[in-house]
């Protein structure tokens, strides 16, 4: 579903509800990443929130490619597990700031 709508970070996707899909410039594998979870793994990260950074940062996770086609959309996340407790978060913080 495209959509025209202007978001410039991730934060606006999050805070709108959407989510991002992922298609891979290599396999074509195709994902669909929660945007409020995509926000906060980007906060963890202290990555840019600017929205082309997504396509440097998303990793395919069928060949780990780095070349996605990216997005915006309202299709459910394709991973729900995904980043689906408070303890995963204080993990990735942990390991993050270890
Ligand atoms: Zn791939």
């Known amino acids: ?5 202007k ?3 991730v934060s606006d996707i999050a805070r709108k509800r959407f989510n ?3 298609r891979c ?10 945007g409020l979870k995509l926000a ?19 990793r395919c996770s069928k060949c780990r490619a780095k070349v996605p086609d990216v ?3 309202t299709a459910l ?11 995963k978060w204080k993990d990735l913080h942990r ?3 270890g």
Not at 1 to 5: K, L
Not at 26 to 31: F, L, S
Not at 77 to 87: A, F, G, L, T
């Open 1 to 5: 579903m495209g959509m025209n709508i």
């Open 7 to 9: 978001m410039e970070t």
């Open 20 to 22: 991002v899909a992922c």
């Open 25 to 34: 410039g290599r396999c074509g594998h195709k994902a669909v990443v929660d």
């Open 40 to 58: 906060r793994w980007f906060h963890y990260h202290m990555w840019s929130s600017h929205i082309d950074e997504i396509a440097r940062r998303v």
């Open 71 to 73: 997005t915006i959309t």
């Open 77 to 87: 996340p394709s991973n729900p597990k995904w980043m689906d407790s408070e303890s």
């Open 95 to 97: 390991r993050l700031r």
